[in-house]
């Protein structure tokens, strides 16, 4: 079965080049600042791609002569721009961190689809963006993306640090020895994701909580993210996308096979567990500040809502939890409708919502005032 799997699934890797000559602005994307492969704690993984995005204008501060208050404050002269976005100042306060995770179905390697994404949040938030190409399925099935997210946090806690861990600071952009992360803040740190990405955004969170880590996220967003793995494929809603709409449709046999690849029947877990199914995690696994953007054309939008009001509902029962939760619909909109808009449609209009939504998001959990 496993090899049937991967017959398949390299079947649509290999069909990925020509869907993606159909998404917005491919041959413009921006570029990362430079690349790091960092050792995977599965050997036969091999390494973890990592496209760095930094702010525009930041001045590294080697020294961190700054006191701790001040290195926790946005700088002074910064200014807001007629679309709600923060132009990146120039300072010398150390960096906050966000971790993104693309969509995959769990199966497809596509780092650099949300490249956009990562420029604008590196220089509207005036953060440090890793883009995290994790495992995928079939050949490391759960809970090996997890484990790639586990492997680049302790990098991180590493590195910010000054411990360089042996092999992990190769920087394949431009042949230097690796990044300087000596002014970035492991503990001003958020995470986001999309689609199946989304999921892992939540999911490690959760497994933060349950390893007993006292509030290792600050924020996360995720867009619109499978939450319930537990219902199968076919009793997923299949609302009718818009007319003029963007973005698509999953086919449940696609999705179950998906699902299969990332859970096979050896996985000895039932994908109620919340470190799958998000749906069904601990209010308090989740951070203060959660966000979650769903399509409203899109069959993963009720899970998504379900989160939502869930979290919401416990929010209000007990204030001393205390989350901060704000759900988003891009209506009419198939899932992945972010990924090809064209100018002067409704699609763009809500993702740049959808995006400035994001980032303000981000930036206050980060930049707290």
């Not at 959760?206 to 996360?220: H, I, L, M, N, S």
């Not at 967003?221 to 319930?228: E, G, K, L, Q, R």
Request: aromatic share 8%.
């Amino acid at each position: 079965m496993y090899y049937l799997k991967l017959i398949g699934i390299k079947a649509i890797r290999a069909l990925l080049p020509i869907a993606l000559l159909f998404e917005e602005g491919l041959p413009n994307r921006p570029k990362p600042d430079h690349t790091l492969h960092i050792p995977s704690s599965d050997r036969k993984r091999g390494s973890i791609r990592v496209d760095v995005y930094l702010p525009s204008l930041h001045v590294p501060d080697h020294d961190h002569t700054e006191s701790e208050h001040q290195a926790s404050q946005p700088l002074k002269d910064s200014r807001t721009t007629d679309s709600g976005n923060t132009t990146p100042p120039t300072s010398p306060a150390r960096l906050p961190i966000v971790l993104n995770l693309h969509g995959s179905g769990f199966c497809l390697p596509v780092i650099g689809q949300d490249a956009v994404f990562c420029r604008q949040v590196a220089d509207s938030v005036h953060a440090v963006v890793l883009d995290v190409d994790y495992a995928h399925a079939p050949e490391f099935p759960y809970p090996a993306a997890l484990d790639d997210i586990d492997t680049v946090l302790e990098w991180l806690r590493d590195t910010t640090a000054g411990r360089m861990p042996e092999g992990s600071g190769k920087d394949s952009s431009d042949g230097d020895a690796g990044v300087d992360a000596k002014g970035w803040d492991v503990e001003r740190l958020a995470v986001t994701g999309f689609s199946a990405g989304g999921n892992l955004a939540l999911t490690a969170c959760v497994r933060a909580f349950e390893r007993g880590q006292k509030d290792p996220f600050k924020a996360v967003v995720a867009f619109y993210p499978s939450t319930n793995l537990a219902e199968p494929a076919s009793s997923k809603p299949s609302p009718k996308i818009a007319s003029g709409a963007s973005g698509g449709t999953i086919p449940p046999l696609i999705r179950r096979f998906f699902y299969a690849c990332y859970l096979p029947s050896s996985c000895p877990l039932p994908r109620t567990t919340p470190t799958i199914s998000p749906l069904y995690a601990d209010p308090h696994a989740f951070p203060r500040s959660t966000t979650i953007i769903t399509c409203g054309a899109d069959a993963l939008a009720r899970e998504g809502r379900q989160l939502v009001e869930k979290l919401q509902s416990a929010a209000s029962e007990d204030p001393g939890l205390g989350l901060d939760v704000v759900g988003w619909e891009a209506a009419g909109q198939g899932h992945s409708w972010d990924k090809s808009t064209k100018e002067g449609t409704d699609p763009r209009r809500m993702k740049v919502e959808a995006y400035e939504l994001a980032v303000r998001r981000l930036r206050e959990a980060l930049w707290p005032a």
